[in-house]
């Protein structure tokens, strides 16, 4: 079974500090891995990626793939409150049309 | 990328009536989703709505509890059927950016629909 699996489940931190929140997977036809920011209702879409070992980077944050250990990493620097929400990572996969499978979330909490 | 909105933005229901929530994008494409997220839970595919075909439903959803229609390439609805508590979530329309390449696509979401269910 296709599975996704984010850590930690939730983290609290203070403002200005670097954190890094883990995703791994196991699925069959791995086509990219997609992280999301979500505040309220709607995921907001941060990063793509596709291949291993290229860094993306907006801003405070950076993301990396690791598709020899399946693994994703979603780094966030000098923290704010604002970065406080729940950070989806989800995998889509080949031959599944657009469906994409998530893991539980990491739920993040900036305080001030 | 696409503006995606959706409507309504949330609604309280009675147990056993229906609701259809509407699913708008400002440009065409080819590919639109339905997700669901209960409380506290990460977000589920419902099924892929089809221009111009039924839905594609995943595992452990089904047409007569959650009709989708298609009409055109920038609309869609969901309707949840029959109502009850179970039912209460967020669901969120989803895209393919369209400007995507080799078949790498970036996925966006609309705003979401708050459904309570009493």
């Known amino acids: 079974e296709d599975k996704v699996v984010q850590s930690p489940l939730s983290l609290v931190v203070h403002e200005g500090d670097t954190v890094t929140l883990n995703c791994s997977y196991e699925v069959t036809n791995f086509r990219s891995l997609l992280w999301y920011k979500q505040e309220k209702k709607a995921p907001t879409f941060l990063f793509m990626l596709t291949s291993s070992g290229i860094e993306k980077k907006s801003g405070r944050l950076s993301s990396i793939l690791d598709k020899k250990e399946l693994f994703s990493i979603l780094n966030i620097t000098a923290t704010q409150t604002g970065d406080s929400a729940i950070y989806l990572c989800?995998?889509?996969?080949?031959?599944?049309?657009?469906?994409?499978?998530f893991g539980q979330g990491t739920e993040l909490s900036v305080k001030p | 990328s696409a503006v995606i909105s959706q409507k309504p933005s949330r609604d309280i229901c009675q147990r056993g009536t229906s609701l259809t929530i509407q699913c708008q994008v400002d440009?065409?494409?080819?590919?639109m989703f339905w997700y669901r997220q209960q409380p506290g839970q990460s977000l589920t595919l419902i099924a892929t709505?089809?221009?111009?075909?039924?839905?594609?439903?995943e595992s452990g959803f089904v047409i007569d509890k959650f009709p989708i229609s298609r009409p055109n390439l920038t609309f869609s609805t969901l309707t949840v059927s029959n109502m009850s508590p179970e039912d209460s979530s967020i669901y969120l329309c989803?895209?393919?950016?369209?400007?995507?390449?080799?078949?790498?696509?970036?996925?966006?979401f609309g705003p979401g629909t708050r459904l309570t269910v009493l």
């Open positions: 989803s895209l393919r950016d369209p400007r995507g390449g080799g078949g790498y696509n970036e996925q966006f």
């Open positions: 989800a995998v889509a996969l080949y031959n599944q049309g657009g469906k994409l499978i």
């Open positions: 709505a089809n221009q111009g075909s039924e839905a594609t439903y």
């Open positions: 440009s065409q494409v080819t590919m």
